[in-house]
């Protein structure tokens, strides 16, 4: 039991899946779960994790929130800024409204020891730290945020979601960040961008299941470079893809695709993704490396 009752905020992701369905077990009705259609998830996101949810008995209410997300995003490129006007979005402008219209006291997400460690030792600051940066949640959003997951890494959050009763396809699901897709643009993270990487990211999730990587994403690179189309030289966008094989994500190393598989991601990314002239795949190991880009 809570006092007050608690909101969550469901991504689709193992992490949040799996507090998602702890939380309701525990709280029951005391619990209201909603979706942030953020503008920035994969595509058809939103409606396939809330329907997954529903079939286990979860009452998920999509927020769209999209305009508020681009309009913080708008003319932001520095990597740490873009995270923050999500982070302040997110806490501060649409859960500060959602915790006062469900009158609810708290926030259940699912904060895991990986983004403490990381946040604390610099390497990147993840959206979901406050108290061990010494920031109350409390004073700076109007509410307490509750963590059952924060002495977990991905390996035992996966065990947990499995012995929730987590369909497979949920509880093994590839790691996805807070800041959805704006971590995977390199710069400033428009609709038009988003939708880029977007369709990109479809590719690379539609190829790659099936060599046993932790994780596998495609990133947006700023720069727009000269490629050549129909005998003539073509300015446009680069993609690179990143593979990589892990067990907790606080080191990693490039999964050793097949050369005819990296081959087929280049050929179908440049064909099906509109401006895409370059494909590139990463082969530096975390350190020094990190599995985001952004």
């Given at each position: 039991?809570?006092?007050?009752?608690?909101?969550?905020?469901?991504?689709?992701?193992?992490?949040?899946?799996?507090?998602?369905?702890?939380?309701?077990?525990?709280?029951?009705?005391?619990?209201?779960?909603?979706?942030?259609?953020?503008?920035?998830?994969?595509?058809?996101?939103?409606?396939?994790?809330?329907?997954?949810?529903?079939?286990?008995?979860?009452?998920?209410?999509?927020?769209?929130?999209?305009?508020?997300?681009?309009?913080?995003?708008?003319?932001?490129?520095?990597?740490?800024?873009?995270?923050?006007?999500?982070?302040?979005?997110?806490?501060?402008?649409?859960?500060?409204?959602?915790?006062?219209?469900?009158?609810?006291?708290?926030?259940?997400?699912?904060?895991?020891?990986?983004?403490?460690?990381?946040?604390?030792?610099?390497?990147?600051?993840?959206?979901?730290?406050?108290?061990?940066?010494?920031?109350?949640?409390?004073?700076a959003f109007g509410y307490?945020?509750?963590?059952?997951?924060?002495?977990?890494?991905?390996?035992g959050v996966r065990k947990?979601?499995?012995?929730?009763?987590?369909?497979?396809?949920?509880?093994?699901?590839?790691?996805?960040?807070?800041?959805?897709?704006?971590?995977?643009?390199?710069?400033?993270?428009?609709?038009?961008?988003?939708?880029?990487?977007?369709?990109?990211?479809?590719?690379?999730?539609?190829?790659?299941?099936?060599?046993?990587?932790?994780?596998?994403?495609?990133?947006?690179?700023?720069?727009?470079?000269?490629g050549m189309r129909d005998?003539?030289?073509?300015?446009?966008?680069?993609?690179?893809?990143?593979?990589?094989?892990?067990?907790?994500?606080?080191?990693?190393?490039?999964?050793?695709?097949?050369?005819?598989?990296?081959?087929?991601?280049?050929?179908?990314?440049?064909?099906?993704?509109?401006?895409?002239?370059?494909?590139?795949?990463?082969?530096?190991?975390?350190?020094?490396?990190?599995?985001?880009?952004?």
């Open positions: 039991m809570v006092d007050g009752g608690a909101i969550n905020a469901l991504s689709g992701g193992v992490d949040s899946s799996t507090v998602t369905m702890l939380g309701h077990r525990a709280l029951g009705e005391q619990l209201k779960t909603v979706f942030i259609e953020n503008g920035l998830m994969r595509a058809g996101e939103a409606e396939q994790v809330a329907g997954l949810f529903r079939g286990l008995g979860v009452a998920v209410e999509i927020v769209d929130a999209r305009s508020e997300f681009f309009a913080a995003l708008k003319g932001v490129v520095d990597p740490e800024a873009k995270r923050e006007a999500i982070t302040q979005t997110f806490y501060r402008d649409i859960f500060g409204r959602l915790v006062r219209e469900s009158g609810a006291k708290h926030l259940l997400q699912g904060t895991i020891l990986t983004d403490i460690d990381e946040t604390v030792a610099g390497i990147k600051r993840q959206h979901n730290v406050f108290e061990q940066l010494g920031i109350d949640p409390q004073a307490h945020i509750l963590e059952p997951l924060i002495q977990l890494r991905k390996d947990l979601g499995q012995a929730l009763g987590l369909p497979t396809e949920l509880f093994r699901r590839i790691p996805f960040p807070g800041p959805a897709l704006a971590a995977r643009v390199i710069g400033e993270a428009t609709p038009e961008r988003i939708e880029t990487v977007r369709q990109a990211t479809q590719v690379v999730e539609r190829l790659l299941p099936d060599y046993g990587a932790f994780q596998y994403l495609a990133i947006l690179h700023e720069d727009r470079v000269t005998g003539q030289r073509d300015f446009g966008e680069q993609i690179e893809v990143r593979c990589w094989d892990s067990l907790d994500a606080r080191t990693a190393t490039p999964t050793r695709l097949p050369f005819e598989v990296l081959e087929q991601l280049a050929q179908e990314i440049v064909r099906t993704v509109p401006g895409v002239v370059s494909v590139t795949y990463n082969i530096t190991p975390k350190p020094p490396s990190t599995i985001e880009a952004v």
